[in-house]
């Protein structure tokens, strides 16, 4: 299974831009990484995914290395509201989805 | 709308007791998931199922069981064996395959022992 790597917990000041890494080295070619974020008693909510192009949507961008071995969640301008635990995620090839710890993301005011 | 929902959102659970946690999707995702989340901790999987009628366990499956009699629900079974079932309880649904959907979760059963 492919395993990914995360900080435990990063800070980030109000209306900067969060760049939030993530190692998966043993992903395979055809896994794709995903990432959600999930605020206090809530479910998971989805960010974005890919494979091996950069991707943007409204809410984040992703950047992944050429090797794809580490991916970036990039939140252009952070706001309080972003304070969560961000997990990155690798989807193996029997829809065995395994979260790792995340990375606690404390937005600065 | 299109979305998971679990029932009840606070559950309480005497000594010894069976307590059965509801999932329902109208997604129409073939695969569907149950973790347990403990506090400050990531999400640990419990059982999965990839299709009707069948099931995989996942990594703290000792304690659960679930069934998948129907393609929209996958309700979980905590059983007096699991000694410590205090969590946070989140299921989600997905399609199949390594494809690119995401997965979908719902808001989570919080289960206490009285």
């Known amino acids: 299974d492919a395993k990914t790597t995360q900080p435990t917990s990063m800070d980030c000041a109000e209306g900067r831009a969060a760049n939030l890494p993530c190692n998966h080295s043993?992903?395979?070619?055809?896994?794709?990484v995903y990432w959600y974020r999930q605020i206090h008693s809530q479910g998971p909510q989805y960010i974005i995914h890919?494979?091996?192009n950069n991707e943007t949507n409204e809410m984040a961008s992703l950047i992944i290395t050429e090797d794809r071995k580490s991916s970036t969640l990039i939140l252009p301008h952070a706001t309080l509201r972003d304070t969560a635990v961000y997990y990155c995620i690798v989807r193996v090839r029997d829809d065995k989805i395994i979260f790792g710890k995340g990375t606690r993301l404390h937005i600065l005011p | 709308d299109g979305g998971i929902t679990q029932s009840p959102k606070y559950l309480f659970r005497k000594e010894g007791q069976n307590v059965t946690l509801s999932c329902e999707q109208n997604?129409?995702?073939?695969?569907m998931y149950w973790y347990r989340q403990d506090p400050g901790q990531g999400l640990r999987l419990i059982y999965y199922?990839?299709?009707?009628?069948?099931?995989q366990k996942g990594d703290i499956a000792e304690g659960y069981s679930v069934s998948r009699e129907k393609k929209e629900s996958f309700p979980l079974t905590v059983t007096s064996a699991q000694k410590n079932p205090t969590a946070f309880y989140l299921c989600?649904?997905?399609?199949?395959?390594?494809?690119?959907?995401?997965?979908?979760f719902g808001d989570g059963t919080r289960l206490s022992i009285l």
């Open positions: 199922s990839q299709i009707v009628n069948d099931f």
């Open positions: 997604l129409n995702h073939d695969a």
């Open positions: 043993t992903i395979s070619g055809n896994e794709y």
């Open positions: 989600a649904s997905t399609t199949r395959g390594i494809g690119n959907q995401p997965q979908h």
């Open positions: 890919g494979l091996k």
